[in-house]
């Protein structure tokens, strides 16, 4: 059993900076990337960003520039710095992993979700 579990989020002013966290734990194998997306209510689901294992970080391009994502290998956590937020940055914002456990094959691994809210 896989768990990622996330934390961070909250209510920030615009221009205001949050940092989140997500750590997976449980039997696994290989972790081949780690990533954020979010999700506003009645749309899909979109990536933030992403960072495999030893590659480059991908942004969306509404966030290069304001938002770092990093690793943690030993941690098997991932965390995403977010600067300069904006009002249109706020969304429930997911942890993903792509992994494969000792019993299992390789798939996508989702958190619970921390709501992101920028507001004045």
């Known amino acids: 059993q896989v768990q990622l579990v996330e934390s961070g989020g909250g209510l920030v002013q615009p221009g205001g900076s949050l940092r989140l966290s997500c750590a997976a734990s449980?039997?696994?194998?290989?972790?081949?990337?780690m990533g954020w997306y979010r999700q506003a209510p009645g749309k899909q689901r979109e990536l933030v960003a992403d960072?495999?294992?030893?590659?480059?970080?991908i942004y969306a391009d509404s966030v290069k520039g304001r938002f770092t994502i990093s690793r943690d290998i030993a941690k098997n956590a991932v965390y995403l710095q977010m600067n300069n937020l904006k009002p249109g940055d706020t969304d429930a914002y997911y942890c993903?992993?792509?992994?494969?456990?000792?019993?299992?094959?390789?798939?996508?691994?989702w958190g619970q979700g921390t709501q992101v809210t920028v507001s004045s």
């Open positions: 960072i495999p294992t030893g590659g480059t970080p």
């Open positions: 993903n992993a792509d992994l494969k456990t000792y019993s299992d094959p390789r798939r996508d691994y």
């Open positions: 449980g039997s696994i194998s290989t972790i081949y990337a």
